[in-house]
């Protein structure tokens, strides 16, 4: 099967860390070897084979594909099954997923980019247009009507807007996961979607792909990866206590979120750039004026790379509570810990520092505080 691949197919990628092998260590093995083989229409661009590390958004690289004066190329690699990507001078273009013994083919042109021999390439590229489809039609609509309400300051048509949103968030990934279920099985390109799987929800199809991943992959450092990453998945699931968080605020005092044990403590996993955070947050702004003196706390972790950004969005919003990072963006150490793929994303802890709620915006979110802080 032959896909096109668009210039512009960016993939949002998570944050964790394989503490067994490093990903290129993780990349040499003994198996059939993979074949990666094609030609570009210019072939004065320089073209490098990367590791598509996804939770590190990080692609080491591997090789320098020697390419001739008409534009083709051709190299057996001793890999093990794993995400790859081919650069155009330096840039990554080609997502890759490849298993043993594939014989990839590889057509790079002006406005386009095929590849054939892949199967598990075929099952990501198809993942990847049914994800923008899906996007288009459950997502798109409520984000225009967000726009409109933001541009007309109307706070209160903007917090119904964000709660459907955040359902609307939901159903989309509950389609990715059916996807995945019904279309991709253990195929290695599954590991490509985990960005996208929901972190209670999905955990019983997530301990059975797990599963099946390591049978037909056994010794693959991915098969470890995702076991890895399950686990994590478990230890924030709903009834978990949380883990402690140690990061420094914007004056440089680190701040424990075990310190506060004792109050009810809503988790914040925000950034100066992104929108529907910044929507939220006079919603969190009203509940912290309204709970503060009864035992309830705001432990802000922003997932910012640039302290003056942060601090200006911490200004502007006036956010008065507990507010921490450690400027490394998504390789911050939290939302490592907590399998922070997409934000805004909350957790509510009690007193004893057990998870009780998870995600919940606008309306959902004040009930539940109402609840338990009645």
Partial sequence: MRFIYAFALVFLLACETNEEKSPTEASLTDTAPITLEGSIATPEQRLT????????HDYPLLDTLTVDEKGVFRTDYAFEPNLYAIAIEGEPKVWLALDEGQQVEVTIKPDRIETEGSKDTDLYEAYEQFRKVTFERLVVPTRASIEEAEAKGDLEQLTVLNEQDATNMDQYRA???????????????????????????????MRAIARDFELAHPHSALSKQL????????????GAPALDIQLPTPAGEVVALSSLKGKYVLVDFWA??????????????????????????IYGVSLDEKKAAWEKAIAKDQLPWINVSD???????????????????????????????????GKALEKKIAEVLP
């Avoid at 084979?49 to 590190?56: P, T």
């Avoid at 076991?227 to 709903?238: S, Y």
């Avoid at 100066?272 to 706390?297: G, I, M």
């Fill in 327 to 361: 400027l490394k963006g998504w390789n911050n150490l939290a939302a490592l810990q907590y399998n922070v793929t997409a934000i805004p994303a909350n957790f509510l802890l009690d007193p004893n520092g057990k998870i009780i709620a998870k995600n919940l915006r």
């Fill in 227 to 238: 076991i890895d990453k399950v686990n994590r998945f478990e230890q924030v699931a709903l």
């Fill in 175 to 205: 389609a990715l996961t059916q996807f995945v279920q019904e279309k991709m099985g253990a195929s290695i390109a599954t590991y490509a979607t985990s960005v996208r799987w929901r972190p209670d929800a999905d955990l019983p199809f």
């Fill in 272 to 297: 100066s750039w992104c929108r529907p955070c910044r929507q939220e947050n006079p919603n969190y702004v009203a509940l912290y004026q309204q709970y503060k003196s009864r035992d309830f706390e």
């Fill in 49 to 56: 084979l990367h590791l598509w590390d996804l939770d590190n």
